[in-house]
């Protein structure tokens, strides 16, 4: 999933994978992005993914210019 994103393994920390049934679900970040996949865990295809801007913390604020 680390080249499915584009990413090199340097560039990410933070891994978790977590396994439901037939379904895992892979999380890491970077410097500026998070992301979470959706692998099928027979075949390891990707079913999905979804990524977002990464957060210093869930109390950042949002400063305008």
Same mark, same amino acid.
């Given at each position: 999933v *680390? $080249?499915? @994103?584009?990413l =090199?393994s340097? &560039? *990410? !920390?933070?891994? #978790?994978?977590? %396994?439901s049934?037939?379904? !895992?679900e892979?999380? +890491? #970040?970077? &410097?500026?992005?998070e992301? #979470? +996949?959706?692998?099928? @865990?027979e075949?390891? =295809?990707?079913?999905? +993914? &979804?990524?977002a801007? $990464?957060?210093? #913390?869930?109390? @950042? =604020?949002l %400063?305008? @210019?």
């Amino acid at each position: 999933v *680390i $080249a499915f @994103a584009g990413l =090199e393994s340097y &560039d *990410i !920390y933070g891994l #978790s994978v977590l %396994r439901s049934g037939e379904l !895992y679900e892979i999380s +890491f #970040s970077t &410097d500026f992005m998070e992301y #979470s +996949f959706f692998v099928e @865990a027979e075949t390891l =295809e990707v079913l999905g +993914f &979804d990524s977002a801007p $990464a957060v210093e #913390s869930e109390t @950042a =604020e949002l %400063r305008c @210019a």
